[in-house]
C-alpha cells in the first residue's frame, strides 16, 4: 500500500504532465471511487476545468483546478487506497479493465485504475482536515509528537499508523523507523522517554526522506520496463524488487537483521505485520 513516500513520487511525477491540461471528458466506470460525490457532480464541476496544480497532504493527493464556468479553483482529492494506480496514457492505448475513473485530456487519458476500488477520486476533502502534522514539516516537532503520544496507550507501532498523529506513516514506514530508532514496537506510546522520542522523530524523517530521495520504495514502472513518461503505480511483473535494496526489517521475516544478522521477526499488531529484531529493538 502507497505510503507518503510513493504518494510524494506520484505528486512529483504527475504535477508537469497535468497542469494546463483541460478536462475535455469525464469517463466514470465505478461510481464508487467518487463518494459521496455524485458522477453528475464530478462531471458538472470538473468538465471544461483546467490542472493549475498538485500536491501531497499525507496519503492524499490534492488536484487543484480552475473551473471552466465559475473559473473558481476547485479541489479534487485523491487516494491509492490499496491497488490504486494514477497514470497519463495515450488515447490510442486500450483502457485497463479495472479503469475507475477517466479523465479526457485531449491528446490523452488521465486514468484511474483501481482493482479492489478502495481508493478514492472526490470533491470531498474532509478527510484532509482530520489529518496529523506533515512529519517532514516544521510543524512536526519532537515536543509536540511527544505530547500526543503521552495520550495513547497503544503500542507505539499501533499508534504511528494513526493518521491524527502524524500524516503519511503507514505500515512499512513505521516498521522502518523503529528498527531505525532501536526501539521496540511493543513499547507503549506513553511510556516512551524524551531520548526515544527524539531518536524516533529523527528515524521517521530518515526513512521517509531517504525513500522519497531513492523514488520511493514501491517499484514505479514505467510501463514494459521503458521510461516512456507515462507513470503507473504498483508492481509490474519482472518488476526490480526495490524491496530488497531499501527495506531493512519490513517484509524480511527470517532473513538476518542488518546489524546483527540475528532472524528478523514478524509479529502481529492491530491486525497488521510488524516486522523487527528482537535483539536490535529492546523493550527498554
Ligand atoms: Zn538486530
Not at 513516500?5 to 505528486?11: H, M
Not at 490504486?84 to 495515450?90: N, P, S, T
Not at 502534522?133 to 510543524?139: I, R, V, Y
Not at 518488476?239 to 538476518?256: K, N
Request: charge should be positive; hydrophobic fraction near 35%.
Amino acid at each position: 500500500m502507497p505510503e507518503l513516500p510513493e504518494v510524494e513520487v506520484l505528486a512529483r511525477h504527475l504535477r508537469p504532465l497535468l497542469c494546463g491540461k483541460i478536462v475535455r471528458g469525464v469517463n466514470v466506470r465505478r461510481a464508487k471511487v467518487l463518494a459521496p460525490t455524485s458522477p453528475r457532480k464530478i462531471r458538472r464541476t470538473l468538465l471544461g476545468a483546467k490542472f493549475t496544480g498538485l500536491s501531497r497532504r499525507g496519503k492524499y493527493l490534492l488536484f487543484q483546478l480552475d473551473g471552466k464556468n465559475t473559473g473558481k479553483p476547485v479541489t479534487l482529492l485523491g487516494h491509492l487506497g490499496m491497488t490504486g494506480r494514477m497514470f497519463l496514457a495515450g488515447k490510442h492505448e486500450r483502457l485497463p479493465a479495472h479503469a475507475a475513473v477517466v479523465f479526457d485530456l485531449g491528446g490523452e487519458n488521465f486514468i484511474y485504475e483501481d482493482t479492489r476500488y478502495f481508493g478514492r477520486l472526490t470533491l470531498d476533502v474532509s478527510a484532509v482536515e482530520k489529518l496529523g502534522p506533515e512529519p517532514l514539516s516544521k510543524d512536526f516537532q519532537p515536543a509536540t509528537f511527544a505530547q500526543a503520544l503521552k495520550r495513547s496507550r497503544q503500542a507505539v507501532k499501533v499508534k504511528l499508523l494513526d493518521q491524527t498523529l502524524v500524516a503519511g506513516i503507514g505500515n512499512i514506514y513505521a516498521s522502518e523507523a523503529l528498527f531505525r530508532a532501536r526501539l521496540s514496537p511493543k513499547l507503549v506510546a506513553n511510556r516512551l522517554k524524551s531520548g526515544q522520542i527524539k531518536r524516533l522523530w529523527r528515524a521517521m524523517r530518515e526513512v521517509l526522506r531517504e525513500a522519497i530521495r531513492c523514488g520511493s520504495t514501491v517499484p514505479l514502472n514505467f510501463g514494459g520496463g521503458k521510461s516512456d513518461g507515462f507513470f503507473y503505480f504498483g508492481q509490474a511483473p519482472g518488476a526490480p524488487d526495490f524491496y530488497e535494496d531499501r527495506l531493512r526489517v519490513y517484509g524480511r521475516e527470517g532473513q538476518p537483521c542488518p546489524n546483527c544478522r540475528r532472524p528478523i521477526k514478524r509479529l502481529t499488531q492491530g491486525a497488521r505485520s510488524t516486522f523487527y529484531c528482537p535483539h536490535c529493538q529492546r523493550a527498554g
